[in-house]
């Protein structure tokens, strides 16, 4: 039992006019075990679930809530308007909670209510109130209410209810159309989701914890526990000793008055015994502009950093694991004297020691107050809270923060080591509390000591002492108690340095213990920043910032050639661009992505000669920076080459987008000698038959070449090749020239007789002259071409005027047919064949004269 000469009026307990000291519900079994006190691993203990089962309700738990609890700070009276609730009904009666504030603790009964009249409340200054008036409501009241048989509230007094309760009305409409997420994802522990369930049904309509929304939470100012709903709902009970954490309260911006604990009554009636709660996270209510009242008594908090971010009128942290209460130092102006943080357990795991230690040095502990400084540690023999526990040693003072024990008396028992302090100076409202050191001593164990301290040799942790079968091995990586305060350490922010004089984590168990000191630093938290395009590829080198955990950061947005920022955002969430400036907190490592777009861009191309003029006009082409670019086809020059332009993309301004074309003119390209080649030039009638002899042109390959026409009688020339001129080709070739037969038309004029000569003179003997022989039958006489009279030696030759018309004449013995008459005629050239024989004569005759 509880030693009773250590209780404190002021830590009674008030229920239905009984007083219960609520120390004497601890006994002395809950110390071997989880009830009541806390242990170093507590994140570890067997502890009921979230998903326990719900009670079985009946109608009447299914109907009662807490509505008319969560009332404004400042109202009075019931619903009849009598009377006064305490807040503190259930709770110890310490000036820090129902002795002071009055505010309701819930739905409560004449008979468990304190009547009185409620005082002005008191400056943070002022001494305690008078003893007189210890167990009365002292500050702030409530309205007390009755729960009433289940019915729906009427219009008027729902009306009235949400005037008082919550800071604006609630519209009428559909909760189905209301509810857009699951209030899953954003409260998620479901004993949570019941407690508010209960608090705000009746003043929402609500049937169900799932149509909770965050607005209905934003429109809360008081969310308290209520003991005679406790006592009546098992499943509201339930929700009050199994929630863990506040994760979804940061929505509820108007909230006040926050009161979450254990109801003895309520506990006793579903428990059989008394069960602390759980809650261990409060995070959820940080920076909460106007929650200014927290009642977290009998509860599982180690951590209350998150008071911090508070400015607090009143607290009740009592019976509890917190070894550090300097969150408060934020609400020291505001909070008065009589404050009570006490009661706090630390139990450690138990140990186990080899039985030759003479010695054994207890885990140093930092116990801070709420202005940062340490609170001595003190070892003792009877325990301050635990009536009839001795410590099974002898202890002695090391430094203000470790206690060391020596001649143990039993092979079992406890190591008992208190502090306390005055807290905010008021006598008899100090932080104080007790460490609890279970131990055994065994011949066949040997002991590896393990502490946890920063470089500067702050301590993080209490000691750990490890313990195994002598000659065996240990290792740290695989003790759970170690690695659960490694993980709770760099939860922290922390990270894992290496051990102090670089001692191995690994060994053997010997009868002499090891000591083994893990050291942490400061966790370096990486940030880094993307580069990247809005198709998601890379344009820069990512960066990496480093720093401490919870270090604010502020970096100026970087400028890529080509490309213009767009967006900015960390892990998938969006960020907010100011002066384009980016900012944030370190508190995990992230990466920062920032989107850029690339730039429209402009090339133009220039075609010049080689000597700079203009060849062509400019043409341009548009893109995005970094695409190809795709040049124009170049304009045609005859006798003129434009130069290729490489492959490449697009740059960064009009500068960067130009490019060149120049035309070179062709070369004259020598033809290199080959064999010759020939071009057959033919002259032929449309029917292939030769007109005139071919002529034949040779060269080589490349050389030009021209044929010609020819004059052919009795023939007219009517198509002239393509090909007439031109160029030597690798092989022979042909050229032909086509004539058309020239021909008379009609029936022709019938040719006339000559004149018969007359007796010419004797002519000389002429030297063989071609023999004329006329044709028979009228025919004209032929002559044979390449003969011709040779005139007898030393006589003049008569002159002969030549033909104006091709030499080549018909075959003499040919039939002439006319075209229409078919009369032949006779050839002309029988009378010049006689004409030059008279003149012949002639010749003759004068040479023979003058001779």
């Known amino acids: 039992m509880f030693n009773s000469t250590n209780t404190k009026e002021h830590y009674k307990m008030y229920k239905k006019g009984k007083a219960w000291i609520?120390?004497?519900?601890?006994?002395?079994?809950?110390?071997?075990?989880?009830?009541?006190?806390?242990?170093?691993?507590?994140?570890?203990?067997?502890?009921?679930?979230?998903?326990?089962?719900?009670?079985?309700?009946?109608?009447?738990?299914?109907?009662?809530?807490?509505?008319?609890?969560?009332?404004?700070?400042?109202?009075?009276?019931?619903?009849?308007?009598?009377?006064?609730?305490?807040?503190?009904?259930?709770?110890?009666?310490?000036?820090?909670?129902?002795?002071?504030?009055?505010?309701?603790?819930?739905?409560?009964?004449?008979?468990?209510?304190?009547?009185?009249?409620?005082?002005?409340?008191?400056?943070?200054?002022?001494?305690?109130?008078?003893?007189?008036?210890?167990?009365?409501?002292?500050?702030?009241?409530?309205?007390?209410v009755t729960i009433a048989e289940p019915k729906a509230p009427t219009g008027s007094s729902r009306s009235a209810l949400l005037r008082n309760n919550v800071v604006a009305s609630v519209a009428a409409a559909p909760l189905a159309a209301t509810i857009t997420e699951s209030i899953d994802d954003w409260m998620p522990d479901k004993n949570l989701q019941t407690f508010v369930y209960y608090t705000i049904k009746n003043t929402f309509g609500l049937t169900s914890p799932a149509q909770i929304t965050k607005d209905m939470?934003?429109?809360?100012?008081?969310?308290?526990?209520?003991?005679?709903?406790?006592?009546?709902?098992?499943?509201?009970?339930?929700?009050?000793?199994?929630?863990?954490?506040?994760?979804?309260?940061?929505?509820?911006?108007?909230?006040?008055?926050?009161?979450?604990?254990?109801?003895?009554?309520?506990?006793?009636?579903?428990?059989?015994?008394?069960?602390?709660?759980?809650?261990?996270?409060?995070?959820?209510?940080?920076?909460?502009?106007?929650?200014?009242?927290?009642?977290?008594?009998?509860?599982?908090?180690?951590?209350?950093?998150?008071?911090?971010?508070?400015?607090l009128t009143s607290v009740s942290l009592s019976y509890n694991h917190i070894t550090d209460i300097s969150p408060l130092l934020s609400s020291i102006a505001s909070l008065p004297a009589y404050q009570t943080v006490a009661y706090q357990t630390i139990k450690l795991p138990e140990i186990t020691l080899n039985s030759k230690t003479k010695s054994y040095t207890a885990p140093s502990f930092i116990i801070k107050t709420a202005d940062g400084g340490n609170v001595p540690i003190t070892g003792v023999g009877p325990s301050m809270y635990y009536a009839g526990m001795n410590?099974?040693?002898?202890?002695?003072?090391?430094?203000?923060?470790?206690?060391?024990?020596?001649?143990?008396?039993?092979?079992?028992?406890?190591?008992?080591?208190?502090?306390?302090?005055?807290?905010?100076?008021?006598?008899?409202?100090?932080?104080?509390?007790?460490?609890?050191?279970?131990?055994?001593?065994?011949?066949?164990?040997?002991?590896?000591?393990?502490?946890?301290?920063?470089?500067?040799?702050?301590?993080?942790?209490?000691?750990?002492?490890?313990?195994?079968?002598?000659?065996?091995?240990?290792?740290?990586?695989?003790?759970?108690?170690?690695?659960?305060?490694?993980?709770?350490?760099?939860?922290?922010?922390?990270?894992?340095?290496?051990?102090?004089?670089?001692?191995?984590?690994?060994?053997?168990?010997?009868?002499?213990?090891?000591?083994?000191?893990?050291?942490?630093?400061?966790?370096?938290?990486?940030?880094?920043?993307?580069?990247?395009?809005?198709?998601?590829?890379?344009?820069?080198?990512?960066?990496?910032?480093?720093?401490?955990?919870?270090?604010?950061?502020?970096?100026?947005?970087?400028?890529v050639t080509g490309y213009t920022f767009k967006s900015a955002n960390q892990d998938g969430t969006a960020m907010t661009v100011t002066n384009n400036q980016l900012s944030g907190t370190l508190t995990a490592d992230s990466n920062v992505n920032l989107i850029y777009v690339a730039n429209d861009e402009t090339a133009t191309i220039h075609y010049v000669y080689a000597d700079g003029t203009t060849a062509a006009a400019d043409k341009t082409v548009t893109g995005k920076f970094g695409d190809a670019i795709v040049f124009p086809t170049a304009p045609v020059i005859s006798g003129f080459t434009p130069s290729t332009l490489a492959a490449t993309k697009y740059g960064d301004g009009t500068t960067a987008n130009v490019f060149t074309v120049t035309y070179t003119k062709d070369p004259v390209t020598p033809v290199t000698p080959s064999h010759q080649v020939t071009v057959t030039v033919h002259y032929q009638d449309a029917t292939g038959k030769t007109v005139a002899p071919d002529e034949i042109l040779?060269?080589?390959?490349?050389?030009?070449?021209?044929?010609?026409?020819?004059?052919?009688?009795?023939?007219?020339?009517?198509?002239?090749?393509?090909?007439?001129?031109?160029?030597?080709?690798?092989?022979?070739?042909?050229?032909?020239?086509?004539?058309?037969?020239?021909?008379?038309?009609?029936?022709?004029?019938?040719?006339?007789?000559?004149?018969?000569?007359?007796?010419?003179?004797?002519?000389?003997?002429?030297?063989?002259?071609?023999?004329?022989?006329?044709?028979?039958?009228?025919?004209?006489?032929?002559?044979?071409?390449?003969?011709?009279?040779?005139?007898?030696?030393g006589a003049a030759a008569a002159t002969v005027t030549p033909l104006t018309y091709s030499t080549t004449l018909p075959n003499p013995k040919a039939k002439t047919t006319l075209p229409q008459t078919n009369d032949e005629t006779t050839s002309p050239l029988w009378g010049l064949a006689v004409l030059g024989s008279l003149f012949g004569l002639v010749g003759l005759k004068r040479r023979k004269h003058n001779n």
């Open 22 to 144: 609520f120390a004497g519900i601890f006994t002395a079994t809950l110390i071997l075990g989880s009830g009541g006190v806390k242990t170093a691993q507590a994140d570890t203990m067997a502890t009921a679930g979230e998903d326990a089962p719900a009670s079985e309700a009946t109608a009447k738990d299914a109907t009662n809530s807490v509505d008319k609890s969560a009332v404004l700070k400042g109202s009075t009276g019931d619903d009849s308007g009598n009377g006064t609730t305490d807040k503190s009904t259930g709770l110890p009666a310490d000036k820090s909670t129902g002795d002071r504030t009055g505010k309701s603790a819930g739905v409560d009964t004449p008979d468990n209510v304190v009547k009185s009249t409620p005082p002005a409340k008191p400056d943070p200054t002022n001494k305690k109130p008078d003893s007189t008036t210890s167990d009365s409501v002292t500050d702030k009241s409530a309205a007390k």
């Open 217 to 311: 939470l934003s429109q809360v100012k008081t969310l308290v526990m209520a003991p005679k709903l406790a006592e009546e709902n098992k499943e509201y009970f339930l929700s009050t000793i199994q929630m863990k954490n506040l994760d979804g309260l940061q929505y509820a911006t108007n909230l006040e008055y926050l009161s979450i604990y254990p109801d003895i009554d309520a506990s006793t009636i579903w428990n059989g015994k008394f069960a602390m709660g759980q809650l261990s996270d409060i995070n959820g209510i940080a920076n909460l502009p106007k929650l200014d009242d927290v009642n977290l008594q009998m509860n599982n908090l180690t951590d209350v950093s998150v008071l911090s971010t508070l400015h």
């Open 391 to 559: 410590s099974g040693a002898t202890p002695t003072s090391v430094s203000p923060t470790t206690v060391s024990w020596n001649n143990f008396t039993a092979n079992s028992g406890f190591l008992f080591m208190d502090w306390s302090d005055p807290l905010f100076g008021e006598a008899g409202y100090p932080y104080e509390g007790e460490i609890i050191v279970p131990y055994r001593l065994s011949d066949t164990v040997g002991n590896v000591n393990v502490n946890f301290k920063r470089a500067d040799g702050t301590i993080l942790a209490p000691q750990i002492t490890m313990a195994g079968d002598l000659g065996t091995n240990f290792d740290l990586n695989k003790d759970a108690n170690v690695m659960n305060t490694v993980s709770a350490i760099m939860n922290k922010g922390l990270q894992y340095n290496g051990t102090e004089n670089g001692e191995a984590i690994t060994g053997v168990y010997a009868e002499d213990p090891s000591n083994i000191t893990l050291i942490f630093g400061d966790k370096q938290i990486a940030t880094t920043f993307n580069y990247l395009d809005d198709k998601g590829n890379t344009l820069a080198a990512s960066q990496t910032m480093t720093g401490n955990l919870g270090q604010n950061w502020q970096v100026a947005i970087p400028s």
């Open 698 to 793: 040779t060269g080589h390959v490349g050389d030009q070449y021209a044929s010609t026409a020819k004059t052919v009688t009795g023939y007219t020339l009517t198509s002239t090749p393509s090909n007439a001129t031109g160029t030597f080709g690798d092989t022979d070739s042909a050229i032909t020239y086509i004539y058309t037969a020239v021909t008379n038309g009609g029936a022709g004029d019938k040719p006339s007789t000559p004149n018969k000569p007359g007796t010419p003179n004797k002519p000389g003997q002429p030297s063989k002259p071609g023999k004329i022989t006329p044709s028979k039958g009228g025919q004209a006489a032929g002559i044979n071409p390449g003969s011709h009279v040779v005139p007898a030696e």
